[in-house]
T-cell receptor, first 109, second 115 residues
Framework: KNEVEQSPQNLTAQEGEFITINCSYS?????LHWLQQHPGGGIVSLFM???GKKKHGRLIATINIQEKHSSLHITASHPRDSAVYIC???????????FGTGTRLQVFP | DVKVTQSSRYLVKRTGEKVFLECVQD?????MFWYRQDPGLGLRLIYF???????EKGDIPEGYSVSREKKERFSLILESASTNQTSMYLC??????????????FGPGTRLTVT
């Protein structure tokens, strides 16, 4: 069983819809990361958070430490949001990241 | 801006060839990582280096070796390429967690095909 579980694996949406991607993890962490990968492209970091909520433009990331769960929300989705979104966690005793398998999002006009 | 560059975007090699994948970062990061990414499996760590000449095996080191002679450069070596090493290879770098930064910065990836 992967230490980091994402859902759903695939997601399609119409332009303008509100989107939620979920991530759960099994043990205590030092931080949770949300990453984005466009087709054929490299990976960019969207958020790194250890508590509460962060917002950047139309993207919002939340984390609930007690429930070991995080969500990534996209408001007013757009076709350019189509990408793979990856959740990853880091632990206190290592600089390595543990990755989820990703959520493939397609937003249609 | 942090920049992580990889030597090739696409590479085609024959079974049995020795393959070198190069990664360079310009942010004086201590940590460098090599991952492979396969559909349905996500990112898997091959090797990790936390300092020059220091390395640590990741989850799938078999068939791979690495070299870090300079802080900015981390090389992945496939000693004898096999078809099951066809994959996307991604390099990343980060500061030490103790310095407050464990965000990883990724290169554009190298799509390797072994025929």
């Amino acid at each position: 069983k992967n230490e980091v579980e994402q859902s759903p694996q695939n997601l399609t949406a119409q332009e303008g819809e509100f989107i939620t991607i979920n991530c759960s993890y099994s043990v205590g962490i030092s931080a949770l990361h949300w990453l984005q990968q466009h087709p054929g492209g490299g990976i960019v970091s969207l958020f790194m958070l250890s508590s509460g909520k962060k917002k950047h433009g139309r993207l919002i990331a939340t984390i609930n430490i007690q429930e070991k769960h995080s969500s990534l929300h996209i408001t007013a989705s757009h076709p350019r949001d189509s990408a793979v979104y990856i959740c990853a966690v880091s632990y206190y005793n290592t600089d390595k990241l543990i990755f989820g398998t990703g959520t493939r999002l397609q937003v249609f006009p | 801006d942090v920049k992580v560059t990889q030597s090739s975007r696409y590479l085609v090699k024959r079974t049995g060839e020795k393959v070198f994948l190069e990664c360079v970062q310009d942010m004086d990061h201590e940590n460098m990582f090599w991952y492979r990414q396969d559909p349905g499996l996500g990112l898997r760590l091959i090797y990790f280096s936390y300092d020059v000449k220091m390395k640590e095996k990741g989850d799938i080191p078999e068939g791979y070796s690495v070299s870090r002679e300079k802080k900015e450069r981390f090389s992945l070596i496939l000693e004898s390429a096999s078809t099951n090493q066809t994959s996307m290879y991604l390099c990343a770098s980060s500061s030490l967690q103790g310095k407050g930064g464990y965000e990883q910065y990724f290169g554009p990836g190298t799509r390797l095909t072994v025929t």
